[in-house]
């Protein structure tokens, strides 16, 4: 099934990727895990809590040869469902306890608190106020967000990692490379004796990763954010480092990055045309721009179509190319 869905990942000492099949979101093909070392193991991400997942991962490790008790690390790259789901579910598998790394800026996303809550149920109702959304949209869109964090479970007291924290490990040397963009806390992981980057969402093979619209903004540590901003900027941070492999969230691995990397920046400048000329031809609350922009887009979708607008206003916002018409609710910007 995996042989048909990407083609195999190149073998490289002490590192055995673990690309779990992702049917739930197929666009994305798998999510890929990966584990480091064989004596004591590192896990960078857990892969979601799905069905069939921790199978997948343990019938890889006895392929591999690999003792699955001997985890004990895991290293997040970020709150996504996706990436954390499944964490809770493999330390059940081990006897002994495992350190758990994770961004501050994703600690609370992952945490019992947050998660046993009606998610973002304040948050959305506002966005809908913001944004002009109506109520059936809102709905479908509160059903697509709950299902979505049906895949993991929480993790608490994990501890935090910062930019340029180093993990040691059997035969390879972790760096931790601070790149918000898609999300606030989202971190790749680079490996410099075998130039590998571990690229996380960061970076997707035939995808262009969305910056997703910061929410509880209030938990954040920089309160002024802004994801497209942030991403652009990361992107440049990674593109100076020296990379032979790059291996990705999801999909298959990418052996020239500087390329997709080119093909993200076209992307985007287009998408923002795009949206500055919708602005120039209507003024119109946000979720109007949605429509126009992406007019196929389903009900459940439209979070991922809302944070792909407004994080492109914000960048022709701050390059003075739009404004926010008024002081009312919901937002029209137009054009400078």
Same mark, same amino acid.
């Given at each position: 099934?995996?042989?048909?869905?990407?083609?195999?990942?190149?073998?490289?000492?002490?590192?055995?990727?673990?690309p779990?099949?992702?049917?739930?979101?197929?666009?994305?093909?798998?999510?890929?895990?990966?584990?480091?070392?064989?004596?004591?193991?590192?896990?960078?991400?857990?892969?979601?809590?799905?069905?069939?997942?921790?199978?997948?991962i343990?019938?890889?490790?006895?392929?591999?040869?690999?003792?699955?008790?001997?985890?004990?690390?895991?290293?997040?790259?970020?709150?996504?469902?996706?990436?954390?789901?499944?964490?809770?579910?493999?330390?059940k598998?081990?006897?002994?306890?495992?350190?758990?790394?994770?961004?501050?800026?994703?600690?609370?996303?992952?945490?019992?608190?947050? @998660?046993?809550?009606?998610?973002?149920?304040?948050?959305?109702?506002?966005?809908?106020?913001?944004?002009?959304?109506?109520?059936?949209? $809102?709905?479908?869109?509160?059903?697509?967000?709950?299902?979505?964090?049906?895949?993991?479970?929480?993790?608490?007291?994990?501890?935090?990692?910062?930019d340029?924290?180093?993990?040691?490990?059997?035969?390879?040397? $972790?760096?931790?490379?601070?790149?918000?963009?898609?999300?606030?806390?989202?971190?790749?992981?680079?490996?410099?004796?075998?130039?590998?980057?571990?690229?996380?969402?960061?970076?997707?093979k035939?995808?262009?990763?969305?910056?997703?619209?910061?929410?509880?903004?209030?938990?954040?540590?920089?309160?002024?954010?802004?994801? @497209?901003?942030?991403?652009?900027?990361?992107?440049?941070?990674?593109?100076?480092?020296?990379v032979?492999?790059?291996?990705?969230?999801?999909?298959?691995?990418?052996?020239?990055?500087?390329?997709?990397?080119?093909?993200?920046?076209?992307?985007?400048?287009?998408?923002?045309?795009?949206?500055?000329?919708?602005?120039?031809?209507?003024?119109?609350?946000?979720?109007?721009?949605?429509?126009?922009?992406?007019?196929?887009?389903?009900?459940?979708?439209?979070?991922?179509?809302?944070?792909?607008i407004?994080?492109?206003?914000?960048? $022709?916002?701050?390059?003075?190319?739009?404004?926010?018409?008024?002081?009312? @609710?919901?937002?029209?910007?137009r054009?400078?």
């Amino acid at each position: 099934m995996i042989k048909e869905l990407i083609r195999p990942f190149p073998k490289i000492r002490n590192i055995t990727p673990i690309p779990i099949p992702f049917n739930e979101v197929p666009y994305l093909l798998t999510a890929n895990i990966y584990a480091l070392g064989k004596e004591e193991i590192t896990l960078i991400d857990a892969g979601p809590d799905i069905p069939g997942a921790l199978q997948f991962i343990l019938d890889t490790f006895k392929r591999e040869g690999l003792i699955f008790n001997n985890i004990n690390r895991i290293i997040l790259t970020h709150g996504h469902m996706d990436h954390f789901g499944l964490a809770s579910e493999i330390i059940k598998q081990l006897d002994h306890p495992v350190e758990i790394y994770i961004h501050p800026e994703g600690i609370w996303k992952i945490s019992s608190e947050f @998660l046993k809550n009606e998610i973002w149920a304040d948050e959305l109702d506002q966005l809908k106020r913001m944004a002009g959304i109506p109520d059936d949209v $809102l709905n479908a869109m509160k059903r697509g967000i709950r299902k979505y964090y049906s895949i993991a479970k929480p993790i608490d007291d994990p501890k935090a990692m910062e930019d340029g924290h180093i993990f040691k490990g059997e035969g390879y040397s $972790l760096r931790v490379v601070f790149t918000p963009g898609h999300d606030p806390g989202l971190c790749c992981l680079y490996e410099p004796e075998q130039q590998i980057l571990f690229s996380s969402d960061h970076i997707i093979k035939n995808l262009t990763p969305k910056p997703i619209l910061a929410m509880s903004r209030e938990r954040m540590r920089d309160k002024n954010y802004r994801g @497209l901003i942030a991403y652009l900027k990361s992107l440049d941070r990674v593109s100076k480092l020296d990379v032979r492999y790059l291996f990705p969230g999801h999909g298959e691995y990418i052996d020239d990055m500087q390329p997709v990397i080119g093909m993200y920046r076209r992307l985007y400048a287009e998408r923002m045309e795009q949206v500055l000329n919708e602005v120039r031809k209507n003024e119109v609350p946000v979720y109007n721009l949605v429509r126009n922009v992406f007019p196929s887009v389903e009900k459940a979708d439209v979070f991922i179509a809302l944070s792909e607008i407004f994080s492109h206003l914000e960048l $022709l916002e701050s390059e003075n190319k739009v404004e926010v018409k008024g002081p009312g @609710l919901p937002i029209v910007y137009r054009a400078l």
